[in-house]
């Protein structure tokens, strides 16, 4: 079984530009999760899509970031403008279905961003 | 609001030695409790998990864990670590009912040193 992918793998880029991330789930998993993780700390939930709608996108910083997965399967996460500190690993995990059915949440290797 | 506390933030081990990390939660109700595993370079990977039933939870590469629900923890522990042990341990809270997605700790960073 496949993996959940991401890309760009890095990316360096100057304050106030802008920048996507994309996202390509295990097969058949129903549930997707953008999580942000900034240097000596755990993953924080940005956003949270149950096929092609959000569940929840409460910590989602609105102003500058989105994301949209509107077939649902693929995912991206878009950060416009950026700020030095959006510097961070923005994870990619998804799950068969809600958390509760007792299934495992699988993690992307991550798109590591810095804001200079 | 939920929150998980792990106080060991860099533990330093000889090979063999045996290893517990802490790992407590605040939330009064019934929780899902993980602990996730990053290797140098790799994406995140599930250790163990307790969702019900016995509160000793075996996981992979000889990790175990013990869910204590009167002191709200989930300590990892390991009789004797390897040098391939070397990573940093997340532990993760999701809270029921409904809860769909995972509170994580700030990690552990373990280096075992051959």
């Known amino acids: 079984e496949a993996g959940v992918a991401q890309s760009p793998r890095y990316k360096i880029i100057e304050k106030r530009q802008s920048v996507a991330f994309w996202c390509n789930p295990i097969?058949?998993?129903?549930?997707l999760y953008w999580y942000q993780q900034i240097l000596g700390q755990g993953p924080k939930l940005l956003i949270q899509f149950q096929n092609n709608g959000v569940v929840d996108d409460s910590q989602l910083p609105k102003d500058r970031f989105s994301a949209e997965r509107l077939k649902g399967v693929d995912s991206t996460l878009k950060i416009q403008p950026a700020k030095l500190e959006d510097s961070a690993v923005y994870l990619c995990?998804?799950?068969?279905?809600?958390?509760?059915?007792?299934?495992?949440?699988?993690f992307g290797e991550g798109s590591w961003l810095t804001v200079v | 609001a939920q929150s998980v506390s792990q106080h060991n933030h860099h533990v330093i081990l000889s090979e063999a030695a045996s290893l517990e990390l802490g790992c407590n939660y605040s939330?009064?109700?019934?929780?899902?409790l993980f602990w996730y595993v990053q290797y140098p370079g790799q994406h995140l990977q599930l250790l163990l998990k307790?969702?019900?039933?016995?509160?000793l939870v075996k996981g992979i590469k000889g990790f175990e864990a013990e869910f204590i629900k009167s002191k709200f923890s989930f300590n990892l522990r390991k009789p004797s670590v390897q040098w391939s042990d070397t990573a940093e341990y997340f532990c993760?809270?999701?809270?029921?009912?409904?809860?769909?997605?995972?509170?994580f700790g700030t990690g552990t960073r373990l280096t075992v040193i051959p």
């Open positions: 993760a809270v999701n809270a029921l009912p409904g809860a769909n997605n995972l509170f």
């Open positions: 995990a998804s799950k068969r279905t809600g958390l509760s059915s007792g299934n495992t949440i699988y």
């Open positions: 307790y969702f019900s039933g016995d509160p």
């Open positions: 097969s058949g998993h129903a549930t």
């Open positions: 939330y009064g109700g019934t929780v899902n």
